[in-house]
Structures are given as C-alpha cells and as structure tokens.
C-alpha cells in the first residue's frame, strides 16, 4: 500500500432485531490498496455488518463516507460490490454466458474476461451449467464474477471457502494483485487465511468491535505482543 488516504469510513453503524442488538455502533475505516478482514465468532454480526455496508439491510444509525462524502444506501453499489456467501447465480446458464453477461454489463473488453476466466482456472468448465459446479468451482465463478465489475471496494464473504490450501494461497495472490487498484473487505472464518492476506483486522463479538487495527496492535491489546491471530482471537474473545 503506498496511498495512506482514507476510502471508506464507517461511523456508529448500529442494527438492532426487536430487542437483540446486530450491531452496536461500529467504526472502521479502509484505506485505498488495503486489504481489510473481518473475523469473529459465529453469530458476531459478521454478515449484518456486510449487508449494511452495501446497503442490502436497513442499518438503524450511523454513517458510511466514501472518500469523505457522505454515501447513502441507495448509492453504495456506485462504490461496493458485494459477494454474499453461498450463492449460486443464473444456475440454469453456462458458465460461459455468465461470465460474459457480467463483462458486458459492465462494458469490459472480451480480453479482460478471459484473463481473469484463465487466472481462476474456470475453462475446464466453461460450458458447465452454474448447478452442475463443485464447490469448489462455484466459488472460482463468484470470484470471477467479483473481478468483473468496476466498484472501487470488494466486499467478499467466505472467499476461500471450497478451496484446499494450494487452492486458497493461489487466489490470495490474485486478491492482492486486485488489491493493489481496488480495496477488499474479506470476511473469513479461518484465522490462518485472514493472518496470512489481511493487512488489518476488525474482531467482532455479539455485534461489538472488540479490536481494530494490524495484527501487531490486536497483539498489543490482548497483552501478548508476538501472539498469532489464534492467540489474539482467543485472548479478546
């Protein structure tokens, strides 16, 4: 990362189910080329957190800056593409045509598509329906999908879920190649992934930012200065 300039700010974001608080006013921000992870327990308020930055779920207060100016739900997709976890687009179409829908709506050349079709090894099922894909290769599409679009920040769910670990250490270099022109949020459940990719980290517990900041300053707040994010993880949780 060499531009230090803030991209995104998140302000006192708060969401509440009847009487259970999500979210419980949580401040971040993400600097341009960052790679940013998200981790926590289940049921931290991981996801809630995702939807409300793209404006999928209704936060009940707080405030999302994009490069200072204030961004309403409404207008986050002019800046995020989100991925959700779990899905499975157009499951009736060839990956082929899907690929090549998402390169067309957003006015990329066919060069570029098949550059990133060949760096997440998508040919050998190109003409495979999206219901027919393994894991594996259902995950390599969604990413593919991701790369095929001109939002500024990436918000990926689960990224190197389905992958084995030569798998996951082949789309971390990808990702941050794609980090060096955009910024990612990455929500990521193996702590060894998120050490390994994340320049910073945001822990969250019951909805509450127990820790923000490099792996050496959650280290530093949970007293144990050359801990691993496992130790880290365990020692504010």
Request: aromatic share 6%.
């Amino acid at each position: 990362m060499t531009d230090r300039t803030t991209l995104l700010t998140v302000r006192r974001l708060a969401k509440r189910y009847g009487d259970a608080e999500v979210l419980a006013e949580v401040d971040f921000d993400l600097r341009p080329g960052e790679i940013l992870g998200i981790i926590g327990p289940n049921g931290a308020g991981k996801t809630t957190l995702m939807e409300c930055l793209a404006g999928l779920l209704p936060a009940d207060s707080g405030e999302v800056r994009v490069r200072g100016e204030p961004l309403p739900p409404a207008r986050r997709r002019e800046a995020m593409f989100y991925l959700p976890d779990g899905i499975a687009p157009w499951s009736d179409q060839a990956v082929w045509r899907v690929t090549g829908l998402f390169r067309k709506l957003h006015g990329f050349d066919p060069a570029r598509e098949a550059v990133v079709v060949g760096r997440l090894e998508l040919s050998p099922v190109l003409g495979k329906r999206v219901a027919e894909l393994s894991k594996g290769y259902r995950r390599r599409l969604l990413l593919a999908l991701a790369l095929l679009t001109p939002q500024p920040i990436l918000i990926l769910d689960e990224p190197f879920d389905g992958f084995d670990l030569r798998q996951t250490l082949h789309v971390m270099d990808l990702l941050r190649e794609v980090a060096r022109e955009r910024a990612l949020i990455l929500s990521i459940h193996q702590l060894k992934d998120a050490e390994r990719i994340c320049d910073r980290l945001l822990l969250l517990n019951a909805g509450r930012r127990l820790g923000f900041g490099t792996l050496a300053d959650l280290a530093a707040q949970a007293g144990a200065a050359h801990a691993d994010l496992e130790e880290v993880f365990l020692g504010l949780t």
